[in-house]
């Protein structure tokens, strides 16, 4: 019995289509796995970066205490500067009265010697000449007690002079004390802001580094940013090619027709893994909510993930970002009924067949979906 060409033809495409559907299924695979790592490598550099910006902001807490600490210092210098100036003046004014005190003290030493030169070679003569001229016993010892005074006058007044000298002397003293201990102060402050200085500028050439290492590893984080990208447009065109070739392959047979229309059920999973799978699709048709937290009242994505592991004793995280870190992490060529299909911002149960069942949006609620529908992120097992 000969074969019509029409049907040849049509198990032939069949045929082809079947062929082209698993490679795009392994490509898929293949390049899932890359993205993966692209991801995780990624992750890491954010990680990285977060690090190194923090390590750069309390070195800038640092430079910002160094500098505040400098400008103290230097406050410090300017002030003792000032008062060195001060005491110089000081000094200057001290010596003045120094040189004043001793020209005093010299003219007077000098008047009192022509005096005592005078009387002690005057001698006995000048008594008689007081004794004679001389109208009574009492101008004579007026006179005598005139003589001895001004002698104890000169005495008096030279030794005031001294000890006003000596009195500037020890405030010149006091002064040029004064003055060392400033400038050995004002050293040990230069010292300090040299030191400072030495310090802040090490800090910047730190900063400098962390932003030669951010600058790189920021750069590095959008190489891999684009190639995210790319590997995510190149699944999803995979991903439309085998969605096409399931179409055509469901045209060309009737069979796969009639199987595509049935009543999607568990495929290639036993255990715990297909129980909770099976589980998850007991509930497809009822409502999603967001924020819901009931299988049959209504639930958002995470919460139906969270609700079915829930009822297996099993607890997993209720956000979907979450859920995407923890677990353990699978591949897509060995994923199996029950594991956790994480996208970007949603989540589904894998129930084998490359289908999953998910919490969709409040318009379809919860059903069943070809897992590659959308972008996957990750895929983890929590059973």
């Not at 002690?120 to 109208?135: I, N, R, W």
């Not at 002397?169 to 050995?184: P, Y």
């Amino acid at each position: 019995m000969r074969m019509g060409r029409g049907k040849l033809c049509g198990i032939i495409l069949a045929v082809a289509l079947a062929a082209g559907f698993s490679v795009s299924a392994s490509s898929i695979t293949s390049i899932q796995k890359e993205k993966t790592q692209t991801e995780q490598e990624l992750s890491e550099l954010q990680e990285e970066i977060s690090e190194l910006e923090e390590q750069k902001s309390e070195i800038s807490e640092e430079i910002s205490s160094l500098n505040d600490e400098l400008t103290e210092t230097m406050l410090n210098i300017a002030v003792l500067e000032s008062d060195l100036e001060d005491k110089e003046v000081e000094i200057e004014e001290a010596q003045e009265d120094y040189e004043e005190a001793k020209a005093t003290e010299d003219k007077h030493y000098e008047s009192m010697k022509v005096r005592i030169q005078y009387l002690y070679e005057a001698g006995q003569e000048s008594y008689l000449e007081m004794l004679l001229t001389s109208d009574s016993i009492a101008e004579l010892l007026n006179k005598v007690d005139y003589a001895e005074e001004i002698q104890e006058y000169d005495r008096s007044l030279l030794d005031e002079y001294k000890e006003a000298k000596e009195t500037v002397i020890a405030l010149q003293e006091q002064l040029e004390e004064e003055k060392t201990e400033l400038l050995e102060m004002e050293e040990q402050l230069e010292e300090e802001q040299s030191s400072l200085e030495t310090m802040i500028a090490q800090k910047e050439s730190e900063i400098e580094d962390f932003d030669s290492q951010l600058s790189e590893a920021q750069t590095k984080a959008s190489e891999y940013q684009q190639k995210i990208k790319e590997q995510a447009a190149q699944i999803k065109k995979l991903q439309e090619a085998q969605k096409a070739a399931s179409a055509s392959s469901s045209s060309s047979s009737s069979s796969s027709s009639s199987s595509s229309s049935s009543t999607a059920t568990v495929s290639g999973g036993t255990g715990l893994g297909a129980s909770i799978a099976a589980f998850g699709l007991k509930y497809v048709g009822y409502p999603y909510v967001a924020g819901g937290n009931s299988l049959t009242n209504g639930t958002d994505c995470s919460g139906f993930v969270h609700l079915v592991y829930a009822n297996f004793g099993i607890s997993v995280p209720r956000q979907s970002e979450s859920l995407a870190y923890g677990g353990t992490a699978v591949s897509d060529a060995d994923k199996l009924p029950g594991d956790v299909i994480c996208y970007y911002g949603h989540v589904g149960i894998y129930i084998g067949n490359n289908q999953i069942v998910h919490a969709s949006t409040e318009k379809t609620g919860i059903k069943v979906s070809n897992m590659y529908y959308r972008t996957v992120r990750c895929i983890r097992r929590y059973w």
